[in-house]
């Protein structure tokens, strides 16, 4: 059962306090035939953040973050998600 996978991501910081973080990941499976159709043949994510130091010690966050399933069956499914952060480091 070969499979290949791999992530890229790049930051690029806004002065001293924002950055921006943006990425792809994906797995690749070849499932033996004797599996069933509902096991997992291939998933991909793509990312983007901003991320920006308001105040000492505290951060704000956003993330839209898109991912994509596909099983053995060729049937597939979709997400999109869009989170927000506060970090507080003490």
């Not at 966050?61 to 003490?90: C, N, P, Q, W």
């Given at each position: 059962?070969?499979?290949?996978?791999?992530?890229?991501?790049?930051?690029h910081?806004?002065?001293?306090?924002?950055r921006?973080?943006?990425?792809y990941?994906?797995?690749?499976?070849?499932?033996?035939?004797?599996?069933?159709?509902?096991?997992?043949?291939?998933v991909?994510?793509v990312?983007?953040?901003?991320?920006?130091?308001?105040?000492?010690?505290?951060?704000?966050?956003?993330?839209?973050?898109?991912?994509?399933r596909e099983?053995?069956?060729?049937?597939?499914?979709?997400?999109?998600?869009?989170?927000?952060?506060?970090?507080?480091?003490?």
């Amino acid at each position: 059962m070969p499979s290949y996978g791999g992530l890229i991501a790049w930051r690029h910081a806004f002065g001293e306090t924002a950055r921006f973080s943006g990425g792809y990941s994906g797995l690749f499976i070849d499932n033996p035939d004797y599996l069933a159709d509902t096991v997992t043949s291939s998933v991909q994510s793509v990312f983007g953040a901003i991320l920006w130091d308001v105040a000492p010690n505290v951060t704000l966050g956003t993330e839209l973050m898109h991912g994509l399933r596909e099983v053995e069956s060729g049937a597939d499914g979709s997400i999109t998600r869009f989170t927000f952060s506060t970090k507080y480091a003490f």
